[in-house]
């Protein structure tokens, strides 16, 4: 069992509907919790930051941490065209931990 | 977020030959410096980590002759490419990390084809 995992898609929505993407976790320990946006050829670019359980919003998009289940999610609203990208969950359990990666998820938001 | 910048975006090079990347990071100092490897359609694989001033740790199945680290500074760590062959064509990312700061960020990547 990987400890991170994640589905790779692809995931396809029309524009507005509402996304969710999910990370499921094997290790108890992991306490950070982050999700980054990848558009192709480009780097990850960090996208929300939730540090334990708990929800977290910034505009268009929400990340919520279930530590209790080892779940977090992501879900953007009013989805775009530009939201189209690889969305990748990290985790880890301190500063000074490793990060640890999920698969990435593709999302194609088609106008 | 932080500003990490990596040159060359693109590189495209004769089997055989070596290839540098650079990666810096323009408003922090990076202690750590991780360098990931991305296959089409496919996660970040951690190849190595580094220190500043101290030798790179690098993962099982990374060749460390072959991927050179350098990470003399608190602002600038490189990764050469020896010799290089086709199979090592992917997308190579620097993330370089404050002690302190749990996050990572990084670099816009690039991408090596060898011909």
């Known amino acids: 069992q990987k400890e991170v995992e994640q589905d790779p898609g692809p995931l396809s929505v029309p524009e507005g509907a509402i996304v969710s993407l999910n990370c499921t976790y094997s290790?108890?320990?992991?306490?950070?919790f982050m999700w980054y946006r990848q558009y192709s050829r480009k780097g990850p670019e960090l996208l929300m930051y939730?540090?334990?359980?708990g929800n977290k919003e910034d505009g268009r998009f929400t990340a919520q941490v279930d530590k209790s289940s080892k779940y977090i999610s992501l879900f953007i609203r009013d989805s775009q065209p530009s939201d189209s990208a690889t969305y990748l969950c990290?985790?880890?359990?301190?500063?000074?931990?490793?990060?640890?990666f999920g698969a990435g998820t593709r999302l194609t938001v088609k106008p | 977020g932080a500003v990490v910048s990596q040159h060359p975006s693109r590189v495209i090079c004769k089997s055989g030959t070596s290839v540098k990347i650079e990666c810096r990071s323009l408003d922090f100092q990076a202690t750590t410096m991780f360098w990931y490897r991305q296959f089409p359609k496919q996660s970040l694989m951690l190849m190595a980590t580094s220190n500043e001033g101290s030798k790179a740790t690098y993962e099982q199945g990374v060749e460390k002759d072959k991927f050179l680290i350098n990470h003399a500074s608190l602002t600038l760590s490189t990764l050469t490419v020896t010799s290089a062959h086709p199979e090592d064509s992917s997308f190579y990312i620097c993330?370089?990390?404050?002690?302190?700061?749990?996050?990572?960020?990084f670099g816009s990547g690039t991408q090596l084809s060898v011909l």
């Open positions: 290790n108890s320990a992991f306490q950070y």
């Open positions: 990290a985790m880890s359990e301190g500063p000074g931990g490793d990060m640890r």
């Open positions: 939730t540090y334990s359980s």
């Open positions: 993330s370089p990390k404050q002690r302190s700061n749990e996050k990572l960020f």
